[in-house]
Each structure stands twice: as C-alpha cells, then as structure tokens.
C-alpha cells in the first residue's frame, strides 16, 4: 500500500511509515480504578496521575461497564470487596466484554478465592508499596499497549498474580 505522498511522486521516510504507529504509543495510558471508597480513589487517581496516567475512578460497578464501553482504557484495578458486586465477579464481567484488558485486584482482604483469581492478571494488597504497585500497573498498562500494536490477544501468565 503507498502513501498519498508517494503516488504524487515524494519518497516517503521510513519515519512516515512509523507515524500512526506512534500516535498509538504516545496515546496517555488510562486506568480505570474501582473501589467503594472515595478517599483512597482520589488518593490513587492523584498517584496515578502525577505518573502519566489518565485515572477513571468509580464506585459504581454499572458506571465502570459503561466506561468499558465508551472508552479506551489500558488496564483496570478494582478492589475485590465492594457492596454492589465483588471484584472478582466485575473481573468476570470486564474479560467477557474486553478479553485483552489487563484487570488487576487491588485489596486489603488476604483471602481471595480462586474462582477469583482465575479472573484477573494479577492481584495486589492494598499494604504494597506504592512504588510496587505503580511498576505492577505500569507493566500492565504496558502489555496492553503491546497486544493493541500487535493486533493479538495477550494472555498473561497466572504467576504475575503474586506481585
């Protein structure tokens, strides 16, 4: 396939041919963040963001759909012990809808089932250091970034659940 450029006789570079690959890499990374607290979302949200990331934050499990639907995101973070569904279930939910999405479990609770971490790419406590926890995010947000210029599915492996 040639380029406008070079049917009207100009000899595109080889940078021209990079140009739509980079707008996709220079895309702002987005997280969407659910938890049923909005303290911690704010504080997450402003961590988040002071390292590149645009942050989504809700408490709601329809609005967090609704975002999956409409926009663009590079990986999800949900808490695993929230009122309306637990995050094991909304993992669930978000893989059926986006099977490629990276979604992290960020928790205090020390007990997540199974069936729930079958669901996810990776779980993390809320005790981590914050520093982990961005590297960890940051590598997801990252592998999604990969599997969209790729234009294959990405499987993680379960181990990464361990971060």
């Known amino acids: 396939m040639h380029s406008e450029a070079a049917i009207n006789g100009v000899t595109p570079s080889p940078l021209q041919d990079l140009l739509p690959q980079a707008s996709i890499l220079s895309e702002r990374r987005r997280l969407l963040w659910v938890d049923d607290s ?18 989504l934050t809700t408490t709601s499990v329809r609005e967090a759909l609704g975002y999956l639907c409409t926009t663009k995101i590079s990986a999800a973070v949900l808490d695993f012990d929230m009122p309306e569904m637990n995050g094991g279930m909304l993992a669930s939910l978000i893989k059926e809808l986006v099977p490629t999405l990276p979604v992290m479990l960020h928790t205090g609770n020390p007990e997540i089932p199974d069936c729930a971490r079958c669901c996810v790419d990776a779980v993390c406590q809320k005790s981590t250091p914050s520093q982990e926890l961005i590297l960890a995010i940051e590598q997801l947000a990252r592998n999604s970034e990969n599997s969209r210029l790729q234009f294959t599915p990405r499987f993680f492996p379960l181990s990464s659940k361990s971060i």
């Open 38 to 55: 909005h303290p911690l979302l704010s504080l997450y949200k402003a961590i988040f963001e002071g390292q590149g990331f645009e942050v």
